[in-house]
């Protein structure tokens, strides 16, 4: 018949668990023993263990469909239970559609000569994610050693903020295609367009010291915030150029994407991950920007430059004060640079 279906269903389930036990001796006499006799070291070191552990089930199914050759369609759904997310939490629910359209097997291309192939493509659908360490929507107890009473005891305080709302970065793209053969598909072609928007945004940010946590210098929390957005062209070209005793084959490659951070939570305009690093997250510019001091030549003979280096002597670089007040700043003189690049092209001749 003229009509074509296909469907699948499945579940899958996977399991991870790890353990971890160490025990470190010093200052043995001979190593024969390799780590086969580590009572014989003089200095015992403390030993470690630890245990990790996380599970994913995943239900999917899809169906095809396709029509005289013509038309093809593709439904898919998954859902995914994730342990390392809360209550309440763990499902996310991620479906896709896609629809193809052999435009070159129409009755009224059978007349078009020198396009041997034409095929539309429209996709959308919907991906997570949920690469972050386990535990992270758990209160976690932390072990910590203290002096009380000039005695060495051990306790535990709380290491992390609990987090039940902890749920699945989604990210959901369109694309638009067109493949087309040129020449008895001596030529063939590849054009997309895609559009890709990360909601939820799986970010580790910092909690401040007044939370009581026992390290307030690395105390952190995860939480789903942010946007990030991707669009961008592809295009890919396959000739054929000579097929006989000689062959000879040419690859061109075009690609271009502009990566823009959209948002980072209510009343959050950039990140800066340390002080002393050149990184920052800014909405309006790409992930993996860099915020950097703006050059201003070179320091000559005789002048007394503005620069943060201590080293002012000839030859060295000086900065230019964007904020007028006379010195260099960290807080006032940094501009954001975009790392991201305009566009990739590549040729490749095969002979």
């Known amino acids: 018949g003229r009509h074509k279906i296909n469907a699948v269903a499945g579940f899958t389930a996977q399991e991870s668990e790890s353990k971890l036990v160490t025990a470190e001796a010093a200052g043995f006499a001979t190593d024969a023993f390799t780590y086969n006799n580590l009572g014989t070291g003089i200095t015992n070191r403390?030993?470690?263990?630890?245990?990790?552990?996380?599970?994913?089930?995943?239900?999917?199914?899809?169906?095809?469909?396709?029509?005289?050759?013509?038309?093809?369609?593709?439904?898919?759904?998954?859902?995914?239970?994730?342990?390392?997310?809360?209550?309440?939490?763990?499902?996310?629910?991620?479906?896709?559609?896609?629809?193809?359209?052999?435009?070159?097997?129409?009755?009224?291309?059978?007349?078009?000569?020198?396009?041997?192939?034409?095929?539309a493509r429209l996709s959308a659908g919907v991906t997570g994610n949920q690469n972050i360490p386990t535990y992270q929507s758990l209160s976690q107890l932390g072990y910590f050693r203290y002096n009380f009473s000039n005695t060495t005891v051990s306790g535990y305080a709380p290491s992390t903020v609990p987090n039940p709302n902890l749920s699945w970065e989604k990210t959901f793209q369109v694309d638009v295609g067109l493949d087309f053969g040129l020449l008895n598909n001596r030529i063939q072609v590849v054009a997309d367009y895609y559009y890709k928007r990360t909601t939820d945004l799986l970010l580790d940010r910092t909690v401040p010291g007044t939370s009581g946590l026992a390290s307030p210098s690395t105390a952190s929390i995860y939480q789903n915030i942010g946007e990030v957005s991707n669009k961008g062209l592809e295009l890919s070209v396959n000739s054929r150029n000579f097929i006989g005793d000689l062959k000879w084959n040419t690859i061109f490659v075009f690609s271009s994407n502009k990566n823009e951070v959209l948002s980072l939570g209510s009343g959050v305009t950039q990140i800066i991950p340390s002080i002393s690093s050149p990184s920052i997250v800014k909405v309006g510019y790409p992930v993996g920007s860099f915020i950097v001091y703006q050059t201003d030549g070179v320091i000559q003979s005789g002048e007394t430059p503005l620069t943060p280096q201590a080293n002012k002597n000839p030859g060295g670089q000086k900065y230019k004060d964007l904020d007028g007040d006379g010195q260099i700043t960290q807080a006032g003189d940094r501009i954001v640079i975009a790392n991201q690049p305009g566009l990739n092209l590549g040729l490749t001749n095969t002979f």
Not at 47 to 67: E, M, Q, T
Not at 85 to 113: C, H, M, Q, R, T
């Open 46 to 119: 403390t030993p470690r263990s630890n245990a990790d552990k996380w599970s994913l089930a995943s239900v999917l199914g899809r169906i095809n469909y396709a029509f005289a050759d013509k038309y093809l369609a593709t439904f898919t759904l998954r859902a995914d239970g994730s342990s390392r997310f809360g209550d309440g939490n763990k499902w996310g629910y991620f479906p896709s559609a896609a629809l193809g359209w052999n435009i070159a097997n129409e009755p009224f291309f059978s007349n078009v000569k020198h396009i041997t192939n034409l095929k």
